[in-house]
C-alpha cells in the first residue's frame, strides 16, 4: 500500500550502536515487538518527541531498549528517500553510538537484545543495513583525523589494546612502532602510572586525558 500523499511525514531518530565485541565490530540490534508491523531485528530508534531535541530523543531511544547510556553520540545523516517505506512517508534522523567494551545489554526494552558482527548481520529492516554500513564508513575515515576510537576502549587499556581496536576498524595490520608513536604524539592519553598484571606480559596502562589538561583533544 503507497504512503497517503496528504499526510504528514512520520519523523523518527535511528542509532546504530557499535563496539568491539569478540574481536570484531559489532552492531547492536533490537527485534521488533510481537505484534508490531517491524519484527525483523532493526536498529533502535523510534518517533521524535514534540518538546524534545533530537540528540536527546536518540539517547532516551537507546536507553529504553537496550539499557546502554551515557556513551558518545554523533549525528550521521538523515535518510529521507520518498520510497523507502513502502507504507509511510517516514524521514529517519540517523545517529551511531561508540559503545566501550564490557558495556553489558540489559534487554529491558520490547524485544530482544543482540551484538551482531558486521559480517554476520541478519535480515533488517528498509534500509537500515545501509544505515549501519554509512556508520561504519564515518569511524574508519574518522581514525585517520580524531581520537574517537578511545570510545570504544574501556577506561585504563594499553598501548596494545589501543591498536586492536584500530586494526579491527580498519580491517588490517598496523605498524607496532608507527602505531604507538603516533598515539603517544597526539597528547589524548596519559599514563596511569599503572601495569596491567593478568599472566600477560605487564603492560603499562594509559587512560584518556581528561578535558582541559595539557594536551587534552577536548
Not at 556508520?135 to 589501543?162: C, E, H, I, N, W
Request: with cysteine.
Amino acid at each position: 500500500m503507497a504512503p497517503d500523499p496528504g499526510k504528514r511525514p512520520e519523523v523518527t531518530v535511528i542509532v546504530a550502536g557499535l563496539a568491539i565485541e569478540r574481536r570484531q565490530l559489532g552492531l547492536l540490534l533490537v527485534r521488533g515487538a510481537q505484534g508490531s508491523r517491524h519484527q525483523n531485528w532493526m536498529l533502535p530508534g523510534g518517533p521524535v518527541l514534540l518538546d524534545t531535541n533530537l540528540e536527546q530523543c536518540a539517547r532516551r531511544e537507546l536507553q529504553d531498549q537496550t539499557g546502554i547510556g551515557d556513551v558518545y553520540l554523533e549525528q550521521l545523516y538523515t535518510f529521507g528517500r520518498v520510497s523507502r517505506d513502502p507504507q509511510d512517508r517516514v524521514v529517519s534522523i540517523a545517529y551511531y553510538a561508540l559503545i566501550p567494551s564490557g558495556n553489558m545489554v540489559d534487554g529491558s526494552g520490547s524485544g530482544s537484545v543482540q551484538w551482531f558482527g558486521f559480517d554476520a548481520l541478519p535480515a533488517l529492516d528498509l534500509d537500515q543495513r545501509q544505515i549501519a554500513m554509512i556508520a561504519r564508513q564515518r569511524l574508519v575515515a574518522k581514525l585517520d583525523y580524531s581520537a574517537v576510537a578511545f570510545q570504544l576502549v574501556p577506561g585504563m587499556f594499553t598501548l596494545g589494546d589501543l591498536q586492536e581496536v584500530h586494526e579491527i576498524i580498519r580491517g588490517e595490520r598496523l605498524d607496532k612502532r608507527n602505531f604507538r608513536r603516533r598515539m603517544l604524539t597526539l597528547g589524548a592519553i596519559e599514563d596511569t602510572c599503572e601495569v596491567r598484571q593478568d599472566g600477560r606480559r605487564p603492560a603499562r596502562l594509559y587512560r584518556v586525558r581528561r578535558p582541559g589538561t595539557a594536551g587534552s583533544l577536548n
